[in-house]
């Protein structure tokens, strides 16, 4: 990562499900991929399809080959928005031991720039209890309150680089390269044209 203080993760986890609901079906595998970038299967309050790809790590576990990870991330590929600087934005992990109550699953930790939206909601939740002063005194008993301000400014300064980056153009020079790592008949989405993840296989 080129930017040293965006870091933040967005955790996904497909399928998504409680341990004792033994009635919840397998999800096919090309499902699962899909499902881990759609809004429902996030683990925060954001939709990564919308906004673009900084990085992302997939952690898989139980029967997955290498072939079925390469197969679905050629699919998904053209339907992210990935940062010009890192076109191959994908790490991946197997594990051979199956979830509980499932064939496979999948975590994925993606830093995506719709964390700025996140964390101008949490600016906003605080702004209305440190209007209020709301719980403050427990905290100023060990430090200065000052110290609320700073951490609301840097949370503020961290919000503000995503959207930079998020609206930042990609260079004209790396457009080109970018066009020749993507099969051939896709183009790249742009902020307002990412599609829907089809979880159809090719």
């Given at each position: 990562?080129?930017?040293?203080?965006?870091?933040f993760l967005?955790?996904?986890l497909?399928?998504?499900?409680?341990v004792?609901d033994?009635r919840y079906r397998?999800a096919?595998l090309e499902?699962?991929?899909?499902?881990?970038?759609?809004a429902?299967?996030?683990?925060?309050?954001a939709?990564?399809?919308?906004?673009r790809f900084?990085a992302c790590?997939?952690l898989?576990?139980?029967?997955?080959?290498?072939?079925?990870?390469?197969?679905?991330?050629?699919?998904l590929?053209?339907?992210v928005?990935?940062a010009?600087?890192?076109?191959?934005g994908?790490k991946?992990g197997l594990?051979?031991?199956?979830?509980i109550?499932?064939?496979?699953?999948?975590?994925a930790?993606?830093?995506n720039?719709?964390?700025?939206?996140?964390?101008?909601?949490l600016?906003?939740?605080f702004?209305?209890?440190?209007?209020?002063r709301?719980?403050?005194?427990?905290?100023?008993q060990?430090?200065e309150?000052?110290?609320?301000?700073?951490?609301?400014?840097?949370?503020c300064?961290?919000?503000?680089?995503?959207?930079q980056?998020?609206s930042?153009?990609v260079?004209a020079?790396?457009?080109?390269?970018?066009?020749?790592?993507l099969p051939a008949?896709t183009?790249?989405?742009?902020?307002?044209t990412?599609?829907?993840?089809?979880?159809?296989p090719?």
């Amino acid at each position: 990562m080129p930017f040293p203080r965006l870091h933040f993760l967005v955790p996904a986890l497909a399928p998504l499900y409680a341990v004792r609901d033994l009635r919840y079906r397998p999800a096919r595998l090309e499902h699962m991929f899909s499902d881990a970038f759609a809004a429902h299967s996030q683990l925060l309050r954001a939709d990564p399809r919308h906004h673009r790809f900084l990085a992302c790590g997939l952690l898989l576990r139980g029967d997955v080959t290498v072939s079925d990870v390469q197969r679905n991330l050629a699919r998904l590929r053209p339907q992210v928005e990935l940062a010009h600087w890192n076109p191959d934005g994908f790490k991946t992990g197997l594990c051979g031991a199956q979830p509980i109550g499932q064939p496979h699953s999948l975590l994925a930790l993606s830093n995506n720039c719709c964390m700025a939206g996140v964390l101008r909601e949490l600016c906003a939740r605080f702004n209305k209890l440190y209007k209020r002063r709301a719980h403050v005194h427990h905290f100023t008993q060990y430090m200065e309150a000052s110290r609320f301000d700073e951490a609301h400014d840097l949370l503020c300064q961290v919000a503000t680089e995503y959207e930079q980056v998020q609206s930042a153009a990609v260079p004209a020079e790396q457009q080109g390269l970018l066009d020749q790592l993507l099969p051939a008949g896709t183009s790249r989405p742009g902020l307002s044209t990412v599609r829907s993840l089809d979880p159809t296989p090719l």
